[in-house]
């Protein structure tokens, strides 16, 4: 089992920043991507950033160029950079874990984060 522990979320203005970060625990080895989705109100759980072991990225379309997903595996923990925030970046953004070969959008979920950005 893996648990997963956000951290980081709050209310800013548009335009600010916000960093998250995701704390890793359990059987470590047997994840390769970790990433964050986000679920806005009346919204649908989607994709924000993955980082992979190797650490290679993927970005939403929405968030490309604002955001920046990292990881420090020597504290397995992932982080996501997040500026220039936009009113409709408001979601509970949930960190994610997912097996090497997984056919799941992730195997492992944080409880998720609050994020509220106010125009």
């Known amino acids: 089992q893996v648990q997963l522990v956000e951290s980081g979320g709050g209310l800013v203005q548009a335009g600010e920043s916000l960093r998250l970060s995701c704390a890793a625990s359990g059987v470590i080895s047997s994840i390769y991507t970790m990433g964050w989705y986000r679920q806005g109100p009346g919204k649908q759980r989607e994709l924000v950033a993955t980082?992979?072991?190797?650490?290679?990225?993927n970005y939403a379309d929405s968030v490309k160029g604002r955001f920046t997903i990292s990881r420090d595996n020597a504290k397995n923990t992932i982080y996501l950079q997040m500026n220039s925030l936009k009113p409709e970046d408001t979601a509970v953004y949930y960190c994610?874990?997912?097996?090497?070969?997984?056919?799941?959008?992730?195997?492992?979920w944080g409880q998720g984060t609050q994020v509220t950005v106010s125009s």
């Open positions: 994610a874990a997912k097996r090497l070969f997984s056919a799941s959008m992730a195997d492992y």
């Open positions: 980082i992979t072991r190797g650490g290679t990225t």
